[in-house]
Structure formats: C-alpha cells, structure tokens
C-alpha cells in the first residue's frame, strides 16, 4: 500500500507561469489536506478536500490559488501567475474519514 | 481555532545529551502528533498521543501528553547526529489540523 504520493519533488517555474502539484492520497482515503512551508516557517494549512468538495479553504490565498479533487484521479493545487514569494514546500496528506493523517514527501517549489 | 505554541523555537544540544520539546495548545487535545522533518525531506511520522497522561516510547524518543491533555513533551535521550532535524507537533481542530511552528534541533559533536 503506498503512502501519499506527491509529484513532482522538485518544480521550478518562472515568475508568471502557472503551478500544478499533485497529490495522490493512500488508496480508500477521501480526505486530503494541502499545507504549505514557507522557508524558515512551520506548516501552515490551506485546504480541506473531500472528492469533489472543497470543506474548508480558509487557508487558502484569495487570488491565483485552487484546489480541486474529482471523482477519478489526483488532488491539484494550481498556482496560477507565480510570484517568487510562492516560492515553499508544499506538503499533502491524506486521511481515510478526517483523522489519522498520513503525510507524502512534499513539493518543492522554486519560482526563479 | 487551536494554538499550538512550541518551545523552544531551536536547540543546539551536545551528542550525547538529553534535549526536550515542549508543545502547549490553547484548546484540549484529541490527538497529539508529533513528526520529524529533516531538511528538505518530507515529514516523517514519529508518534501519535490521545489519552491524557499517555507515554509512548520509539528507541531513545519519548512522547508525553499532559492529565489535561493541553500540553505535550517530546524527550531524546542520548542525542545523536541522526536527531538533527526539525521537529513539530500537530493536532486535529475540528477537521483541519493544525501544526506547532517547529523546533530545530542541531546536534553537535
């Protein structure tokens, strides 16, 4: 059983492109959880996913950022237009009803 | 929503001795974690805390949750290089969980 995967490890992206990290949760898990680290900052959350439903975005940025996690497939955290404070590790974890959460290895952005 | 403080924000504690990290919340726990993460590696998953007064022990890193279950400690005992790290604590609020700010731990010969 693999835990949560998360691709790619390493994403650089010129200020103004667009972000897509992705996160595939442990298999019969419906929760997904996106975090961001900021350097030299503990975790911070963003947002809250069940499939197809977003619970709780109250993390989330108001502009240039979205979540989503259909039905079939990966969750997507897109960043739309990157800015170099953008720039962290963002980390997702997955949980099959909303506790005992499991983490992937993060996504490390660098916007240059 | 919950506040989890950690204390102290970095140590710098000699190999062979013993360090403790302290997480404190605002609101009563129902889940404490802790996790482990080294520089730029993902988090690693040390151990989870949910009855007041629990102990929980992994090769020299022990884990405690306060009676009141408002307060954790981590202890390692003997520290070595490959304790070196950033260590946090995190718990559940209300379906979003939460993490302690972290605490570096830099393990000197």
């Known amino acids: 059983n693999a835990g949560v995967m998360q691709n790619p490890r390493h994403l650089v992206r010129r200020r103004g492109q667009e972000a897509r990290l992705r996160c595939s949760p442990m298999?019969?898990?419906?929760?997904v959880y996106w975090y961001r680290q900021l350097p030299e900052e503990g975790l911070k959350f963003m947002v809250y996913?069940?499939?197809?439903?977003?619970?709780?975005e109250s993390g989330m940025p108001k502009e240039r950022f979205s979540a989503e996690f259909p039905k079939e497939g990966p969750s997507i955290l897109r960043i739309q237009q990157v800015v170099r404070g953008d720039s962290a590790a963002y980390f997702c974890?997955?949980?099959?009803?909303?506790?005992?959460?499991?983490f992937g290895s993060g996504t490390r952005l660098t916007v240059v | 929503s919950q506040e989890l403080e950690q204390s102290p924000q970095s140590l710098i504690v000699q190999e062979g001795k013993n360090l403790t990290i302290n997480c404190t919340s605002s609101?009563?726990?129902?889940?404490l974690y802790w996790y482990k993460q080294k520089y730029g590696e993902g988090l690693i998953f040390l151990m989870m805390?949910?009855?007041?007064?629990e102990e929980k022990s992994h090769e020299k890193i022990t884990a405690k949750l306060d009676e009141k279950k408002q307060q954790s400690s981590l202890h390692i005992t003997a520290s070595q290089p490959s304790h070196a790290g950033i260590y946090l604590c995190?718990?559940?609020?209300?379906?979003?969980?939460?993490f302690g700010a972290g605490t570096q731990v830099v393990v000197t010969p």
């Open positions: 974890a997955s949980s099959p009803k909303g506790d005992g959460y499991t």
């Open positions: 298999k019969g898990h419906s929760h």
């Open positions: 996913l069940q499939k197809e439903n977003i619970i709780d």
């Open positions: 609101k009563t726990l129902y889940g």
């Open positions: 805390l949910q009855k007041g007064g």
């Open positions: 995190g718990a559940d609020s209300w379906g979003k969980f939460q």
